[in-house]
């Protein structure tokens, strides 16, 4: 997965605290996207970008914010982390922009107590 | 209803057998599908994409396109204990430049 890094890895949070997830690519590709993935659920998309300076709300947005302030940098921030929000969270890139192919960081599991 | 729909399975071969997985998608102007594959604990990873009716092979894997139908389906020959994993079907919503993924279908390849 190199070229994709999320940070941290992992992480406990308790109900209302908040934090980002990092998500920082050096492959110079616009389009970045942050999913979730729940057991059953599959992957839902929360937020993308399609370039530096623009991001969009995708299926799954309540609860979460994100910037993209720089090309490399896509973090996502939990304002007021509930219970409902321990999930898998995976950041992706789409390395060719005539297609949907996405190319995935390793994943960060997030729990919220 | 979801718009990718898959099997979750789990899917039961034995080694050397042919594995067959399916999805349907709900969205006619979908032009482009991926399979990808996700081991537990790991992120996907692409292992085919296919963007036009019929078949498209690389090695033991195979995918299947069907507009008409509005199904996908991938094909692995020689199934190996290897294969054990979640294989997630995606289509590409054009419109909103994301995609689109079914939940999964999980395969089991016994010895």
């Known amino acids: 997965n190199a070229g994709v890094t999320q940070t941290p890895k992992f992480q406990v949070l308790k109900t209302g605290q908040s934090m980002t997830l990092q998500c920082a690519q050096d492959m110079n590709h616009n389009s970045m996207y942050w999913y979730r993935q729940d057991p059953g659920m599959g992957l839902r998309l929360i937020y993308y970008s399609a370039s530096e300076g623009t991001t969009d709300k995708g299926e799954v947005p309540n609860g979460y914010n994100v910037s993209r302030s720089t090309t490399e940098d896509f973090p996502l921030r939990l304002l007021s982390a509930a219970p409902s929000q321990t999930s898998v969270y995976f950041c992706?890139?789409?390395?060719?922009?005539?297609?949907?192919?996405?190319?995935f960081g390793e994943g960060s599991r997030l729990t919220v107590l | 209803q979801k718009e990718v729909e898959q099997n979750s399975g789990p899917l039961s071969v034995p080694e050397g057998a042919i594995a067959s997985l399916n999805c349907t998608y709900s969205d006619r102007g979908s032009q482009s599908f991926f399979w990808y594959r996700q081991y537990s604990g790991k992120s996907p990873e692409l292992i085919m994409s296919i963007y036009s009716n019929g078949d498209k092979e690389d090695g033991r894997f195979t995918a299947q396109l069907n507009k008409a139908s509005q199904y996908v389906s991938l094909l692995i020959r020689d199934s190996q204990p290897s294969d054990s994993a979640t294989y997630l079907c995606?289509?590409?919503?054009?419109?909103?430049?994301?995609?689109?993924f079914g939940t999964g279908t999980r395969l089991l390849v016994s010895p």
């Open positions: 992706a890139i789409r390395r060719d922009r005539d297609t949907g192919e996405l190319f």
């Open positions: 995606a289509d590409h919503n054009t419109g909103f430049q994301k995609l689109v």
